[in-house]
């Protein structure tokens, strides 16, 4: 059966603010959790439509058992968005499998995920923003400490060029490591709480950062969006 929607009003307000429980009966933790960063995310005037469309979805059509909808969105939306990021060929036969029925077990999904991980949240890091504050920081310091104006600024470059990519390498194998593990017991399990506690509003921010440069923020926002409800029906 159908989930129990509120009012378009009082949803769309819970969106807005996004709000820690869904005003809504029967929707998942993991979906509220997508919704609200999809929402977040997506440019007016589309935002509106989008939260419409959602609100009718959930008002008129059952959410599928377990997580058959992520591995719909993840096959079909999700990882064709990441191709020119990263390899997603294992991952995505694996969502696939799983949502004809048959999920893989823990091992196999951490093998396929954990190098797919790495690649997106490599491709995710701000380095733009990080080599600027690494390069201010050393040239200030530089500077307090007797060098010239021109070396100082060479100077930050090389800190933050160096500390850039040893950061960016940290962070992308820092979440690989734990989001792997975290995502192959949920889809082993089937587990939609397990699968809620790994963040995956977090999860989409990562692949939008990562495919900025191909698609633009805000299209690859709407065609995650858009999947997003065409899975929840699939």
């Known amino acids: 059966m159908a989930t129990t929607t509120a009012a378009p009003a009082a949803f769309l307000a819970a969106l807005r603010t996004r709000a820690a429980e869904p005003p809504v009966a029967g929707v998942p933790a993991w979906l509220w959790r997508l919704v609200t960063a999809v ?11 989008w939260a419409a469309r959602l609100h009718a979805l959930l008002g008129t059509a059952p959410l599928p058992a377990g997580l058959r909808s992520v591995h719909v969105w993840q096959a079909e939306t999700v990882l064709p968005l990441l191709a020119g990021t990263a390899d997603t060929a294992a991952a995505a036969a694996l969502h ?40 201010a920081g050393a040239r200030d310091y530089a500077l307090a400490n007797g060098y010239s104006a021109a070396e100082a600024d060479a100077y930050g470059h090389e800190y933050a060029r160096l500390s850039t990519e040893a950061n960016a390498r940290a962070c992308a194998e820092a979440h690989a490591q734990a989001l792997g593990g975290a995502l192959a017991a949920a889809y082993a399990a089937d587990d939609p709480l397990a699968y ?25 926002c709407r065609l995650l969006a858009d999947g997003l409800l065409r899975a929840l029906t699939a």
């Open 96 to 135: 696939r499998a799983a949502a004809r029925g048959t999920p893989a077990g823990r091992d196999t999904w951490r093998s396929a995920l954990g190098p797919l991980l790495l690649r997106l949240y490599d491709a995710a890091y701000d380095r733009a923003g990080a080599y600027a504050e690494g390069h």
């Open 196 to 220: 809620a506690a790994t963040f995956p509003e977090a999860q989409l921010r990562a692949a939008l950062r990562a495919t900025a440069a191909a698609a633009g923020e805000a299209d690859g």
């Open 39 to 49: 929402h977040g995310e997506l440019p007016p005037p589309a935002v509106d439509a």
